[in-house]
Nanobody, 125 residues
Framework: VEIVESGGGLVQVGGSLRLACAVS????????VGWFRQAPGKEREGISR????????YSDSSVEDRFTISRDNAKKTTYLSINNLKPEDTAVYYC???????????????????WGQGTPVTVSS
């Protein structure tokens, strides 16, 4: 399984980004995709997840205000759009996949099997 993130970079405060996560080689027809991030000196934290049916989950309501996860099953690509970027959003953003056994399976917040290398996002003021 290969997971490749893209779309990160340097952006100014208040700007927007759309990160992409391409998944290939996964044998299961159904899988959840999660986005996580790790800021310098901090532990990795979950942001959002999405199942094969497109049901979305967010770590908390404040995240949902500015972050939007979406998925294109035909392209096997999941996206994370971030609006109104803040300096505290500076982090390496990771995508991960977890096999499930149903189209509408609930996505857990942990236990992801396959991880990408991450794409760095730097928000400058």
């Amino acid at each position: 399984v290969e997971i490749v993130e893209s779309g990160g970079g340097l952006v100014q405060v208040g700007g927007s980004l759309r990160l992409a996560c391409a998944v290939s080689g996964i044998t299961s027809n159904y899988y959840c995709v999660g986005w996580f991030r790790q800021a310098p000196g901090k532990e990795r934290e979950g942001i959002s997840r999405i199942n094969s049916a497109g049901t979305t989950y967010y770590s908390d309501s404040s995240v949902e205000d500015r972050f939007t996860i979406s998925r294109d099953n035909a392209k096997k690509t999941t996206y994370l759009s971030i609006n109104n970027l803040k300096p505290e959003d500076t982090a390496v953003y990771y995508c991960a996949a977890r096999r499930t056994f149903a189209f509408r399976a609930t996505c857990a917040s942990s236990g992801y099997e396959y991880w990408g290398q991450g794409t760095p996002v730097t928000v400058s003021s």
